[in-house]
């Protein structure tokens, strides 16, 4: 079963490991075992966390003899940004009709003390 390229990206960011390394690399390329310094994490684990990354075309990686380079590849984050944008006007337009709901309520409250205080 292959999943589509939004779910692999959702899928590889679920984990807080691979946004940290993501987060990395945004930095630049890195090898293997710089990535895996600050985690208390064995470098079989560390590449597991690649695979994920790898397979879901978030990052890239290389050889150059003994230096094995990862890259980020921010194409499928661009991607997930995109989608989530989509969204972003379905609340703007939530949040500007609580706005006005508020400011209603507000109106019809300051029109009641009115009457009261006559």
């Known amino acids: 079963m292959s999943q589509d390229t939004l779910s692999a990206t959702f899928s590889a960011l679920a ?13 630049g390329e890195t090898s ?18 690649l695979k994920v990354l790898e397979r879901a075309g ?4 290389g050889r150059d003899a003994q230096w094995r380079p990862c890259q980020l590849q921010a194409g499928p984050l661009k991607d997930a940004a995109a989608w989530i944008g989509n969204y972003q006007k379905f609340w703007e337009e939530r949040l500007d009709r609580l706005d006005d709901y508020l400011k209603d309520l507000q109106q019809k409250d300051q029109k009641v003390g009115r009457k009261k205080a006559t």
């Open 32 to 49: 293997v075992t710089e990535l895996a310094q600050p985690f208390k994490m064995s470098l079989p684990g560390i590449s597991k966390h």
């Open 15 to 27: 984990d807080p490991t691979r946004r940290a390394i993501l987060a990395r690399l945004s930095k």
């Open 58 to 61: 978030l990052i890239s990686r």
